[in-house]
C-alpha cells in the first residue's frame, strides 16, 4: 500500500519544540515536492510548509516563518518539520503532503498524496 506516515506529534507547553517526520511507504517520493498542512478543529486545512523535490527551495505559511523549519533527506525519502516557539495556535492535525509540482504543493485542494495525519496539542 503506498502511503506517507508522519510521526513525532504529541503534547508541548507553549515555547516548546516538536520535530515531525514524514516517511514514504510502498512506492518512493524523492521526486516529488513535500509540505506539511494543518487543520485545527472546526477550520479548513492550510498550508505551513513546502519543499522541492532537490531541497534547495522551502516555502513557509506567513504564520509559521521564522519558527518552522522543513528539510528532507532523499536518501532516505523523508521529510521533517522542526517547530520552535510553539504557540497554542499550532494546534491541529499535522498532514505530510506529496505533489509532483512545487506549486501544486502550496494548495490543500491540489495535492495528490496525503499522509494520515499526526496530531500536535500546544498548551498554554
Known amino acids: 500500500q503506498v502511503q506517507l506516515v508522519e510521526s513525532g506529534g504529541g503534547l508541548v507547553q507553549a515555547g516548546g519544540s516538536l520535530r515531525l517526520s514524514c516517511a514514504a511507504s510502498?512506492?518512493?517520493?524523492?521526486?516529488?515536492?513535500k509540505g506539511w498542512f494543518r487543520q485545527a478543529p472546526g477550520k479548513e486545512r492550510e498550508f505551513v510548509a513546502a519543499i522541492n523535490w532537490r531541497g534547495g527551495n522551502t516555502y513557509y505559511a506567513e504564520s509559521v516563518k521564522g519558527r518552522f523549519t522543513m528539510t528532507r533527506d532523499n536518501a532516505k525519502d523523508t521529510v521533517s518539520l522542526q517547530m520552535n516557539s510553539l504557540k497554542p495556535e499550532d494546534t491541529a492535525i499535522y498532514y505530510c503532503?506529496?505533489?509532483?509540482?512545487?506549486?501544486?504543493?502550496?494548495?490543500?485542494?491540489?495535492?495528490?498524496?496525503w499522509g494520515q495525519g499526526t496530531q500536535v496539542t500546544v498548551s498554554s
Open positions: 510502498g512506492r518512493t517520493f524523492s521526486g516529488y515536492a
Open positions: 503532503a506529496a505533489d509532483p509540482s512545487f506549486v501544486r504543493i502550496t494548495s490543500a485542494h491540489a495535492v495528490e498524496r
